[in-house]
């Protein structure tokens, strides 16, 4: 199963890179044992791994217990995905000095440059490069050294490589009415393809995010008898867990995305637990060698574990694939532009949208309004 990091989670890579200096009380790792200075870049990688795992602290009974209880929840102010995420920066830093023979940590601004620019030659995303100097500066305070990404050498480097990599921002297209009608066309009436019929269509009905998508339970619905009421425990937005509802309605055509749903958990007799799920495909039933084999139906087993982002991305492509449409410019966050776009050609003023979308501003949300709505009221097209 794939284990990429949802991008839209990641809390540090998008904030502007500035010179910093470093404060007494940034430090993360206090009273957390530490790999010695220059240690071997593999015992560097070894310790990162084991100190970004959080789990919920014990109650502490002294004042040690309540000390190391604080650090877990300081490492748990960070999202999972982008612990995640910072876990192969930093195993990628560390196979790069144990390659060059540099320190890992602490490592010099000069060690920290070098590493950025070799990766830059390797034509990395400026994001991902973002991403790279975030995990190097978490890594740094966890450990409770001064971040080297502070110093005006790493600051100046990576203002030259974001001037010299510049690239256009390339956006999955949006999956709006007639293509996911197409889409949904396209997919038979088995065990799978309830499953994707459904996710489709709840995930374009109420505009979710690939992350959100996979989250959902069926505790978090509520039913009504005009739709379903979905609680969103978590949101990008929505930091500190305070909890979101989002709704879907009851339709009356062959998108409603509530008869897609109770069709789904009936045939796969999901009563608890994730809402979309990994299936596994079971081998045909054996028989005696001397019997003919007839044809049967494919078989699947539901799995208990939820369905993950990539595969989300890969369900996206293949139907619309299989719609004769371009597979390949679909991802997961096509339904939630897709439901965006559709309200821009509806004529939903923009701050219904910014409801409906769950976005934090309508800065954020203008991304996907503006394009959509010059086409839609272009000032010139009924002249030219």
């Known amino acids: 199963m794939s284990a990429f990091a949802d991008q839209a989670s ?37 310790w990162f791994e084991l100190e970004t795992i959080v789990g919920l602290p014990t109650p502490a009974a002294s004042f040690a217990e309540a000390e190391a209880a604080a650090a877990q929840y300081r490492r748990a102010a960070r999202a999972d995905n982008t612990r995640r995420a910072y876990r192969a920066a930093v195993a990628r830093f560390c196979d790069w000095c144990a390659g060059h023979g540099q320190t890992a940590l602490p490592a010099t601004p000069q060690t920290v440059a070098a590493f950025l620019a070799a990766e830059a030659g390797k034509g990395l995303a400026v994001n991902t490069l973002r991403l790279r100097h975030a995990a190097l500066r978490y890594l740094h305070l966890l450990a409770g050294y001064s971040p080297p ?24 297209t949006a999956l709006v009415l007639d293509p996911l009608r197409a889409a949904v066309a396209a997919i038979p009436d088995t065990l799978p393809g309830r499953r994707d019929r459904a996710l489709l269509l709840v995930g374009f009905a109420a505009a979710l995010r690939p992350s959100e998508l996979a989250a959902l339970t069926v505790a978090h619905l509520t039913r ?7 609680y969103l425990p978590w949101r990008k937005n929505d930091q500190e867990g305070e909890g979101t ?140």
């Open 10 to 46: 990641i809390d540090e890579s998008a904030a502007p890179i500035v010179s910093e200096q470093p404060a007494a009380d940034a430090v993360i790792a206090a009273g957390s044992s530490r790999p010695r200075s220059g240690a071997d870049p593999d015992e560097v990688q070894d």
């Open 149 to 172: 990404t502070a110093s005006p050498i790493v600051t100046a480097t990576f203002a030259g490589i974001r001037r010299a990599h510049r690239r256009p921002l390339r956006k999955k």
């Open 224 to 230: 009504h008898e005009d739709g379903i009421a979905l």
């Open 245 to 384: 509802t989002v709704w879907l309605p009851a339709g009356q055509t062959d998108l409603c995305p509530v008869t897609a749903l109770e069709a789904w958990l009936a045939t796969a007799q999901i009563t608890e637990g994730p809402l979309f799920r990994r299936l596994w495909r079971l081998p045909p039933p054996r028989v005696a060698r001397s019997a003919k084999r007839k044809p049967v139906a494919d078989r699947y087993r539901v799995g208990t574990n939820p369905i993950d982002t990539d595969s989300i991305a890969l369900v996206v492509k293949k139907w619309t694939g299989r719609a004769g449409l371009d597979g390949t410019a679909f991802a997961g966050h096509s339904l939630r532009r897709g439901a965006i776009s559709s309200g821009v050609a509806q004529g939903v003023h923009i701050a219904r949208l910014k409801q409906f979308s769950g976005h934090a501003s309508l800065k954020s949300l203008e991304e996907y309004v503006e394009l959509d709505e010059l086409r839609q009221n272009h000032p010139l097209k009924d002249v030219l």
